[in-house]
Nanobody
Framework: VQLQASGGGLVQPGGSLRLSCAAS????????MAWYRQAPGKQREFVAR???????MYANSVKGRFTISRDNAKNTVYLQMNSLKPEDTAVYIC????????WGQGTQVTVSS
């Protein structure tokens, strides 16, 4: 199973980015898909998750600014990030669960003027 994340980059405060993470390989029956992030010198933290049926959950720090969605036909999860703040700077890492859990490599998001 491979998870390929993309969409990161450098953006000014208040800007937007859309991350994608596509799962490929021996994928069958993906249930939950999620995003985590890890800033330099900090522990990995939960950002958002979405169930197979579309139920979502967000960290308080991103609620109202980030939106998670998924395309089940493409085994892809998205993270629309609006009103970005410098404290959102981190490597964003996707995670999916089937009968096992899988982590992607991550994509760097830098919010700076």
């Amino acid at each position: 199973v491979q998870l390929q994340a993309s969409g990161g980059g450098l953006v000014q405060p208040g800007g937007s980015l859309r991350l994608s993470c596509a799962a490929s390989g021996d994928i069958f029956g993906i249930s939950v898909m999620a995003w985590y992030r890890q800033a330099p010198g900090k522990q990995r933290e939960f950002v958002a998750r979405i169930s197979l049926g579309g139920t979502t959950m967000y960290a308080n720090s991103v609620k109202g600014r980030f939106t998670i969605s998924r395309d089940n036909a493409k085994n892809t999860v998205y993270l629309q990030m609006n009103s970005l703040k410098p404290e959102d700077t981190a490597v964003y890492i996707c995670w999916v669960a089937t009968t096992k859990a899988y982590w992607g490599q991550g994509t760097q998001v830098t919010v700076s003027s």
